[in-house]
């Protein structure tokens, strides 16, 4: 499945001028593992099923925070739905569940640096944050992202970076940001009715005259 590398910024940047920024992040993008063809199937069928998530790698509780991060990263807007919907925590978790355990230390410790810098700030934890609480906590976070001088810095890029991935690698990505309508995927191989003298709904071709 086709990944994007791409750049964000938290706070005053549109979907589509990220998507101008394409490749800039390359170098941060490169320190995660790609995941794997097995990964993707499973993230595909979560996305199907739109059931209850479960769990591989992250616990309950840090479910919820990398699901309410990576939505303040990519959040829903008038465009498209965001990484919630688009169930990129998910994606995370199958990710970090095929990860050695050093990177999946450096998710907890980056998550446990997160709640910390937000109970320092707003004296609640990231998922008690309330809309303006994150908008400011994420302009902050976010103002040294090219040389992250913070645990909490260091662990936006990086998180920033699995976000992006995940969602454009998510349908809702890929087919209702990007509107990107090829290779799209079949549960099974249903052929094309153009060969019974019908339009095909499935590739879109119209019928063409029967031979006589």
């Known amino acids: 499945m086709n990944e ?3 750049t964000a910024t938290a706070a005053g940047m549109s979907r589509r001028s990220m998507l101008k920024a394409i490749g800039t992040s390359a170098g941060t993008l490169a320190l995660l593992p790609l995941i794997s063809e097995e990964g993707a199937l499973a993230f595909e069928a979560i996305q ?3 059931a209850a998530p479960k769990l591989k790698a992250l616990t309950a509780a840090q479910y919820a925070t ?3 991060f990576t939505e303040a990263i990519i959040p ?3 465009h498209s739905p965001g990484a919630k919907a688009a169930r990129v925590a998910d994606y995370i978790d199958l990710l970090l569940s095929e990860s050695d355990a050093a990177l999946r230390n450096t998710w907890t410790q980056g998550l446990v640096a997160l709640d910390e810098a937000a109970v320092a700030k707003f004296k609640a934890p ?3 944050l309330g809309a303006a ?5 994420l302009t902050e976070i976010s103002a040294n992202e090219m040389q992250p001088k913070t645990p909490v810095e260091l662990f936006f890029r990086t998180t920033k970076d699995a976000t992006i991935r995940g969602y454009y690698t998510s349908e809702i990505g890929i087919q209702q ?4 309508k090829g290779n799209q995927y079949l549960p099974e191989f249903v052929g094309c009715l153009t060969e019974d003298g019908k339009d095909c709904p499935h590739c879109g071709q119209k019928a063409q005259p029967m031979a006589e």
Not at 133 to 137: A, K, S
Not at 177 to 180: A, E, G, I, P, S
């Open 4 to 6: 994007i590398n791409e």
């Open 48 to 50: 199907r099923a739109k």
């Open 66 to 68: 990398v699901d309410a």
């Open 76 to 78: 829903t807007d008038a």
């Open 126 to 128: 990231f998922v008690k």
């Open 133 to 137: 609480q994150v908008n400011e906590f």
């Open 177 to 180: 940001d990007l509107q990107y």
